[in-house]
């Protein structure tokens, strides 16, 4: 089966950065998804690693190393509203399953 | 602006009672799954369907759920007889196999159950 873990919580500073890991366990790794869930609102799509490395999409990046079963979601110049549940998500399997992790919920603080 | 349409938005119902929930996948969207959240449990996959094939109904309880998708337009489930253990935001979600990493999600149908 597939096993993920992250953080429960993480507080950061408004203006700062911030980094929440993922380690996975799985057989037949496609790829890393991250995704951002809002207090009552629905998952919306972040970022996806398929190889190793940083990938970049405006203020927030993702990182993978496949030798390692590790990755992270990095937050720079932290604003208020990125304050939310952010979950990891591997992509495995012959049929392109999607496990979550548990999430982690990160505060932003003035 | 395409999205995935989810009813009812909530739905409160005794124990017992059959709970149906409907999706409507983003339009040209052909794989479409269920999620059930909860505080306890986080995200759970309970079922996804690929061309509205069914692939992986493993994270469902059987005897009481049940997912179909009787058009491309439209994935449904059941819950009968539903029990309070069920209650949860339920999540349906749609991507293409172009972007199978991308999964769009609807807004949930949060069931409580009395």
């Known amino acids: 089966g597939q096993s993920l873990e992250q953080p429960s919580e993480v507080t950061a500073v408004e203006g700062a950065i911030v980094q929440i890991n993922c380690t996975y366990q799985t057989s037949g790794f496609y790829g890393l998804s991250w995704y951002q869930q809002h207090d009552g609102g629905a998952p919306t799509f972040l970022s996806y690693?398929?190889?190793?490395g940083l990938e970049e999409t405006g203020r927030f990046s993702s990182f993978l190393s496949r030798s390692d079963s590790y990755g992270y979601l990095l937050l720079q110049e932290l604003q208020m509203k990125d304050s939310a549940s952010y979950f990891c998500a591997v992509i495995s399997g012959g049929y392109q399953k999607v496990t979550f992790g548990t999430g982690t919920k990160l505060q932003v603080i003035p | 602006d395409a999205r995935v349409t989810q009813t009812p938005r909530d739905k409160v119902t005794e124990m017992g009672q059959e709970v149906t929930m409907r999706c409507q996948p983003i339009l040209g969207h052909n794989t479409v799954f269920w999620y059930r959240q909860t505080m306890m449990q986080g995200l759970e996959l309970l079922a996804y369907?690929?061309?509205?094939?069914?692939?992986?109904d493993s994270g469902m309880p059987k005897d009481r759920f049940s997912a179909e998708m009787p058009d491309a337009t439209l994935a449904t489930l059941k819950i009968q007889p539903s029990e309070p253990r069920d209650s949860a935001v339920y999540f349906c979600?749609?991507?293409?196999?172009?972007?199978?990493?991308?999964?769009?999600f609807g807004p949930g149908t949060r069931l409580t159950v009395l």
């Open positions: 979600a749609s991507g293409s196999l172009d972007t199978y990493n991308e999964q769009f």
């Open positions: 690693n398929a190889l190793d």
């Open positions: 369907f690929r061309n509205r094939a069914p692939l992986d």
